[in-house]
């Protein structure tokens, strides 16, 4: 049976990753975190003071571009992929509330975008891939066979991020939460470089109302359709 290149996108906190996680689990096909990517050059900007305010300093961050090496690395203790920056495991730092206050302006940044999307291109060159992101169908693999677009009310991924960082031992109040992803959402959804749209050619699921299993027996259908 031929691999295929599957896309997952949409809205911050929707559940993106646990669908992409899981149905790369069951098809032991390769999963990519494309925000992972995002979220580590904004803690490489971070870490190097190239903030001024809430945007990076852009000639800088354009020059040190091609010094910041992002890959994932299978952990067997957790039995998940971590992310590593320049050789060392940021997932912890990538997903705190300050990074996430951060990676949209940067992820809006052509050369930022450019430098990524070759990347994933490259990831997924021998298809047999689950990635998610914002741009996935629609720019960084046109061509998927399946393409999931993801949303849910903005409360209930607000309640999700909040359980996610309180299980981390981060604290933030609902009010920051759906703020962060508000704002987020209109600054991926505005942006003129890959902006957070539907391909034409995904399926629309709203799991609001869904459990994580009813979400994944409707997309393995939708994946042994395209079969
Ligand atoms: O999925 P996430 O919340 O970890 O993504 C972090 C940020 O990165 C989000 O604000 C949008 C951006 N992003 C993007 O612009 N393109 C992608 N393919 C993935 C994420």
Do not use: W
């Given at each position: 049976?031929?691999?295929?290149?599957?896309?997952v996108?949409g809205?911050?906190?929707?559940?993106?990753?646990?669908?992409?996680k899981d149905?790369?689990?069951?098809?032991?096909?390769?999963?990519?975190?494309?925000?992972?990517?995002?979220?580590?050059?904004?803690?490489?900007?971070?870490?190097?003071?190239?903030?001024?305010?809430?945007?990076?300093?852009?000639t800088v961050?354009?020059?040190?571009?091609?010094?910041?090496?992002i890959?994932?690395?299978?952990?067997?203790?957790?039995?998940?992929?971590d992310t590593?920056l320049?050789g060392?495991?940021?997932?912890k730092?990538?997903?705190?509330?300050?990074?996430?206050?951060?990676?949209?302006p940067?992820a809006?940044i052509?050369f930022?975008?450019?430098?990524?999307v070759?990347?994933?291109?490259?990831?997924?060159?021998?298809?047999?891939?689950?990635?998610d992101?914002?741009?996935i169908?629609?720019?960084?693999?046109?061509?998927?066979?399946?393409?999931?677009?993801?949303?849910?009310?903005?409360?209930?991924?607000a309640h999700?991020?909040?359980?996610?960082?309180?299980?981390?031992?981060?604290?933030?109040?609902?009010?920051?939460?759906?703020d962060?992803l508000?704002k987020r959402?209109?600054i991926?959804?505005?942006?003129?470089?890959?902006?957070?749209r539907?391909?034409?050619d995904?399926?629309?699921?709203?799991?609001s109302?869904?459990?994580?299993?009813e979400q994944?027996?409707?997309?393995?259908k939708?994946?042994?359709?395209?079969k």
């Amino acid at each position: 049976m031929n691999r295929i290149t599957i896309a997952v996108d949409g809205y911050s906190s929707c559940g993106k990753s646990t669908i992409a996680k899981d149905l790369a689990k069951t098809l032991k096909y390769t999963y990519i975190d494309s925000g992972a990517m995002y979220r580590a050059v904004t803690l490489y900007a971070l870490e190097h003071n190239l903030f001024e305010g809430d945007y990076p300093n852009e000639t800088v961050l354009k020059k040190q571009i091609n010094q910041i090496h992002i890959d994932f690395r299978y952990n067997a203790a957790t039995g998940k992929s971590d992310t590593f920056l320049n050789g060392e495991n940021v997932e912890k730092e990538i997903r705190s509330m300050e990074v996430a206050g951060k990676v949209s302006p940067v992820a809006a940044i052509g050369f930022v975008r450019e430098a990524l999307v070759r990347q994933q291109q490259e990831m997924g060159k021998n298809k047999g891939i689950v990635m998610d992101g914002r741009d996935i169908g629609t720019v960084v693999f046109p061509d998927a066979e399946l393409k999931i677009f993801v949303t849910a009310r903005p409360e209930v991924r607000a309640h999700r991020r909040l359980a996610e960082l309180a299980a981390k031992g981060e604290n933030a109040t609902f009010e920051e939460v759906l703020d962060n992803l508000t704002k987020r959402d209109l600054i991926d959804s505005t942006r003129k470089d890959g902006p957070l749209r539907q391909a034409e050619d995904a399926v629309v699921i709203d799991n609001s109302d869904l459990t994580v299993e009813e979400q994944n027996a409707i997309i393995l259908k939708l994946f042994r359709d395209v079969k």
